[in-house]
Nanobody
Framework: QVHLVESGGGSVQAGGSLRLSCVAS????????MGWYRQAPGKYRERVAM?????????????NLSDSVKGRFTISRDLDKNTVTLQMNKVEPEDTAVYYC???????????????WGRGTQVTVSS
């Protein structure tokens, strides 16, 4: 079993900043990818930012950002602590959503690989 716990959501005015963090724990051998999705009311869940483990990269991972957040959001990961952080700057009302942490995990004892999700954290941006 793997658990993802998010923190850092809340309310902020447009143009402000928020930082979301997620920590993964449990039966983890390795994490192939870890990052953030969001779901606004009445909309499908969409990918916001992901880190993909790549030991040949300078950071040990590569980054994929959606076009809607490029230049405003950054993502970083601590490979040793199994954490991922989303720094949200210059937020807009359109960023209002529940933000979910997701990890693609290779299991330690149970063998196999699966996707895991956190419970989500609400981000509300007021104009």
């Amino acid at each position: 079993q793997v658990h993802l716990v998010e923190s850092g959501g809340g309310s902020v005015q447009a143009g402000g900043s928020l930082r979301l963090s997620c920590v993964a724990s449990g039966d983890i051998f390795s994490i192939n990818a870890m990052g953030w999705y969001r779901q606004a009311p009445g909309k499908y869940r969409e990918r916001v930012a992901m880190t993909i483990t790549d030991r040949s990269a300078n950071l040990g991972y590569s980054i994929n950002l959606s076009d809607s957040v490029k230049g405003r959001f950054t993502i970083s990961r601590d490979l040793d602590k199994n954490t991922v952080t989303l720094q949200m700057n210059k937020v807009e009302p359109e960023d209002t959503a529940v933000y979910y942490c997701k990890a693609d995990v290779v299991l330690l004892h149970q063998h196999g690989r699966d996707d895991y999700w956190g419970r989500g954290t609400q981000v509300t941006v007021s104009s």
